[in-house]
């Protein structure tokens, strides 16, 4: 065997470690994309408890906010009403025509 084959012999074995190792470092990257991924997606989530939380406190903020509207109507309807009544009307037409004892 020449000096020459046993060369190449070496060049080979070392070229197919080195395409081994390149091929574990992109795997390795792949990988620590992933979990960079994950990471980060974990971060814009929130429990579940919390969520559940929130929307319980957001369905009674909303109830409460019809009885509120519904209240508000119920005092409209009154006031309207107590404006058209005749005798506070003619109540307030008697005050303001005092005339005056000569």
Not at 9 to 18: D, N, P, R
Not at 21 to 27: A, C, E, N, P, R
Not at 30 to 51: G, K, N
């Amino acid at each position: 065997m020449s000096e020459a084959e046993v060369e190449q012999g070496e060049e080979s074995y070392f070229v197919s470690m080195t395409d081994i190792m390149v091929g574990m470092l992109f795997v390795f990257i792949i990988l620590l994309m992933y979990f960079a991924y994950r990471i980060q997606d974990t971060e814009r989530t929130i429990p579940l408890s919390q969520h559940l939380a929130t929307l319980d406190q957001l369905k009674a903020t909303s109830a409460e906010l019809e009885q509120t509207k519904r209240r508000v109507s119920e005092l409209e309807d009154e006031l309207q009403k107590l404006r058209q009544n005749p005798l506070e009307r003619y109540l307030k037409q008697a005050d303001s025509e005092v005339v005056p004892v000569v």
